[in-house]
C-alpha cells in the first residue's frame, strides 16, 4: 500500500471549514483513499473513502486531484467533537481489509 | 454504530496467565479483525478472519491465536500475557465486498502485571 503524508498538527475555529491535506505521490491505480479519526480513547472511526471522484456524505467531502497523488479532507462546519487525530489511509481493494495507519494530523478545534 | 461489541472493556491480568478477549459483531459480516494499538506505533494488525474458521496472521502475531466458530464471534487469545502486551486492543468489522469499508469497536484496555 502506498505511504501518505500529513502534517502532525493544525488548528481549526469552530464553525469554519476544517481542510485536512493529505500527500499519496506513489498511489496506484487499484488504490482508494480511506481517511479515518480518533477521538481520544475511543477506536477509530470511518469518515469517508473514494478512488478519483470526489465523494460526499454527512460528515465530510473528500477531494482528490487529476493526478490522485493528494486529497483534501474537508468538514465543512468543525464543531469542538471534531477535535480528533485524523489519518489518512491509501489501500488495494484486495488487501482483505488491512488498514496501514500512520501518525496523522491531530487537529484542535478551538471556541 | 457497526454493531460491535468488544468484552471486557477494562482487564488486569497477571503475567503468565491465559487470557482471552471476546469480539462480537450483530450485523453477520464475514471480515473481522483484531488490532492493538500502542503509543508511538500506532494501530498494528493482529489477526484478522475472512470467514468461519478461516483466519490469517497480521504483522504483530506473535503471542496471540484467534478462532472464529461463528460468523458473529471473533476470539483473541493471549496463551501467556506478557508485559509487552499490555496494549488497547481494537476489533474491527469489514463491510463490502472484499470488507473494504472498515469499522471498529470501541476498545479493550488490557493491562499485564
Known amino acids: 500500500d502506498a505511504k501518505t503524508t500529513q502534517p502532525p498538527s493544525m488548528d481549526c475555529a469552530e464553525g469554519r471549514a476544517a481542510n485536512l491535506p493529505c500527500n499519496h505521490s506513489t498511489i496506484s491505480g487499484n488504490e482508494y483513499v480511506y481517511w479515518y479519526r480518533q477521538i481520544h480513547s475511543q477506536g477509530p472511526q470511518y469518515i469517508i473513502h473514494g478512488l478519483k471522484n470526489n465523494e460526499t456524505n454527512e460528515m465530510a467531502s473528500l477531494i482528490i486531484t487529476e493526478d490522485r497523488k493528494s486529497s483534501t479532507l474537508i468538514l465543512p462546519h468543525a464543531t469542538l467533537r471534531d477535535t480528533a487525530v485524523y489519518y489518512c489511509i491509501v489501500r488495494a481493494t484486495d488487501s482483505w481489509g488491512k488498514l496501514q495507519f500512520g501518525a496523522g494530523t491531530q487537529v484542535v478545534v478551538t471556541p | 454504530d457497526a454493531g460491535i461489541t468488544q468484552s471486557p472493556r477494562h482487564k488486569v491480568t497477571e503475567t503468565g496467565t491465559p487470557v482471552t478477549l471476546r469480539c462480537h459483531q450483530t450485523e453477520n459480516h464475514r471480515y473481522m479483525y483484531w488490532y492493538r494499538q500502542d503509543p508511538g506505533h500506532g494501530l498494528r494488525l493482529i489477526h484478522y478472519s475472512y470467514g468461519v474458521k478461516d483466519t490469517d496472521k497480521g504483522e504483530v502475531s506473535d503471542g496471540y491465536s484467534v478462532s472464529r466458530s461463528k460468523t458473529e464471534d471473533f476470539l483473541l487469545t493471549l496463551e501467556s500475557a506478557t508485559s509487552s502486551q499490555t496494549s488497547v486492543y481494537f476489533c474491527?468489522?469489514?463491510?463490502?465486498?472484499?470488507?473494504?469499508?472498515?469499522?471498529f469497536g470501541e476498545g479493550s484496555w488490557l493491562t499485564v502485571v
Open positions: 474491527a468489522i469489514g463491510t463490502g465486498a472484499n470488507g473494504n469499508t472498515i469499522y
